[in-house]
């Protein structure tokens, strides 16, 4: 059994230097006691808040930052580019007719990190 997300759950990405907390907005959802999130709630910005500094090699930014550093290894900000939807997700239970987000589902950066739930922002609500 998994422990659904919802508004303030705490993430991290794995080239985020802090943690965030996921927003969901509260259009047709199931409040527990703050709206449940889904596999969709995977915009940035919106959903996905930054996460500090990146430290991805992938990222634009930091590369060039890195190249102006002489190669040495330069954070920007974090601008999250998740476009695919949270995976696996709880097919078993539907928020907003899609999968409602479990705290074992992960998220992929287009710059290469992995975001990760932590904390579900909620203990009273599993999804069997």
């Known amino acids: 059994m998994a422990m659904l997300a919802c508004t303030g759950a705490l993430m991290q990405c794995t080239f985020g230097a802090a943690p965030s907390a996921l927003n969901v907005l509260p259009l047709n959802r199931v409040l527990a006691p703050t709206p449940v999130a889904n596999i969709m709630d995977n915009k940035p910005i919106v959903n996905v808040p930054p996460f500090g500094m990146c430290m991805s090699m992938a990222n634009p ?31 078993t239970v539907l928020i907003g007719e899609m999968p409602a987000l479990g705290m074992d589902s992960k998220l992929m950066c287009n710059w290469g990190g992995v975001i990760q739930i932590n904390v579900p922002g909620q203990f009273a609500v599993l999804a069997g």
């Open 61 to 91: 930014m930091v590369i060039a930052a890195t190249a102006a550093a002489l190669g040495v290894m330069t954070p920007m900000p974090c601008i999250p580019m998740t476009v695919a939807p949270w995976v696996p997700g709880v097919p």
